[in-house]
Nanobody
Framework: QVQLVESGGGLVQPGGSLSLSCVTS????????VSWYRQAPGKERELVAA????????NYADSVKGRFTISRDDAKNTMYLQMNSLKPEDTAVYYC??????????????WGRGTQVTVSS
């Protein structure tokens, strides 16, 4: 059974930091690209950060570059998102994702249930 479980969300003041974790099971984690998405109220889900199965150069949304860091620990089947210098506009539900393309038209695509991050004074 595939599971992705996020943790680490919460309430933080502007300028503060949070560290999110996503523990996974039920699939071969080290063969999957992993990423973090977020969805704010009334907005579409957006990609925040991504890192490939090979652990290559990560990609970030322009809005979080220089403040967020994505990483993975294949030995622990876990991905992380370190968030620094948080702003009120970072408030959202954060979701972890793991994906692997099998054919040009089919890929495995797994999601966590999300963790709430609220940045407010």
């Amino acid at each position: 059974q595939v599971q992705l479980v996020e943790s680490g969300g919460g309430l933080v003041q502007p300028g503060g930091s949070l560290s999110l974790s996503c523990v996974t099971s039920g699939f071969t984690f080290n063969t999957f690209d992993v990423s973090w998405y977020r969805q704010a109220p009334g907005k579409e889900r957006e990609l925040v950060a991504a890192i490939s199965a090979a652990g290559g150069n990560p990609n970030y949304a322009d809005s979080v570059k220089g403040r967020f860091t994505i990483s993975r620990d294949d030995a622990k089947n876990t991905m992380y998102l370190q968030m620094n210098s948080l702003k009120p506009e970072d408030t959202a539900v954060y979701y972890c994702n793991a994906a692997r393309s099998v054919t040009p038209v089919f890929k495995y695509n797994y999601w966590g249930r999300g963790t709430q991050v609220t940045v407010s004074s």
